[in-house]
């Protein structure tokens, strides 16, 4: 499965510029052009048109026919949230990711016990390389972040200063040359899809890491819990002892802790009500409890996974 990424993020409109089927057409993604006029995804093109902040990553022409011939074009589903027809893998999920717009998540601030919106004035840090972008994807099968929350995704730069975008399953795609303008956004070719997001338990799985970790959550009945619950950020240790850990302590709900959203300075409290103090490390990434994050921004269908040496 392969998911059309199309964000959104503050661009100022240019009226002079192309549309968007031209504009991409130009910048050498025909294949997706194609696609993304296709009877399918129509809704998703008007919405596109409709905004001035769009961010389109566009993946290369062969990656786009290979998706689109190994789809044969015409398998068709009904959707789950409105009922109309819609093809199976990416297309499906581009055809559906067109509803509600995201509201602001709740955290604990470090300096209080009450739940703070995100935005506010009481920390004050210099613009990080990892920044959230939220998506357009919305199809519950694939998303769980809470009500009104579309999917997430996190981006940063390389060092030649290209975005690389975190995925589902520990996926990362990579942008490929210089940004085209649209008018109402910006292009940027990239070299792939990014797969679904999948549930905690198939995530950790499919890493290859924190087994014995979900062997505890599993024998503790967390299982369940924390595949279904929205909005969980999970912490996996590498190593694990059963003797003296406790799988809570890995655990923070009713918050989406992507590397941006981990403040420096603040404290997220876990469901066994402990603390996980966030601070920057050595070579200002972020600390959690004064371990570095091995494994960043692995995104889950509801939420995010980051993997760390040992338990907290």
């Known amino acids: 499965m392969r998911l059309t990424l199309l964000t959104l993020a503050t661009l100022a409109s240019v009226s002079t510029a192309l549309d968007i089927l031209p504009a991409l057409r130009k910048c050498g993604c025909s294949s ?18 409709m905004r ?27 959707c789950k949230r409105c009922g109309h027809q819609k093809r199976s893998g990416n297309s499906g999920a581009a055809r559906n990711a067109c509803h509600s717009k995201p509201r602001p998540q709740k955290r604990h601030c ?25 998506t357009y994807l919305e199809d519950p099968e694939y998303v769980n972040l809470g009500s009104g929350q579309p999917g997430r995704m996190v981006s940063s730069l390389n060092a030649e200063g290209l975005t690389v975008l975190s995925g589902g399953v520990g996926s990362s795609i990579n942008q490929t040359s210089g940004a085209c303008r649209y008018n109402r956004g910006v292009i940027y070719p990239v070299d792939g899809f990014v797969p679904f997001p999948l549930t905690v338990s ?36 590498v190593s694990w002892n059963d003797k003296k850990d406790d799988p809570r302590r890995q655990v923070v709900c009713d ?26 490390g050595p070579d200002g990434g972020r600390t959690v409890n004064g371990q570095s994050l091995q494994r960043s921004d692995v995104t889950t269908k509801n939420g995010v996974i980051h993997v760390i040496a040992k338990p907290f």
């Open 32 to 49: 997706f052009a194609s696609y993304l006029a296709s009877a399918d995804n129509l809704p998703l093109l008007r919405e596109i048109r």
């Open 52 to 78: 001035n902040d769009g961010v389109i990553y566009c993946p290369p022409n062969d990656v786009v026919d290979a998706l689109v011939a190994s789809e044969g074009g015409v398998v068709e589903r009904p």
């Open 110 to 134: 470090g300096s209080c016990d009450d739940h703070q919106p995100y935005g506010g004035d009481d920390h004050q840090l210099q613009p990080s390389n990892y920044e959230t972008v939220i």
């Open 202 to 237: 198939k995530t950790i799985k499919q890493l290859g890491l924190g087994a014995e970790f979900w062997r505890a959550v599993c024998k503790a009945g967390l299982d369940k819990y924390l595949d279904n619950t929205p909005a969980c950020t999970v912490f996996v240790p």
């Open 255 to 280: 918050f989406l802790g992507y590397s941006p959203e981990l403040l420096p300075g603040s404290s997220i409290t876990t469901l066994a009500d402990t603390q996980i103090k966030v601070e920057f």
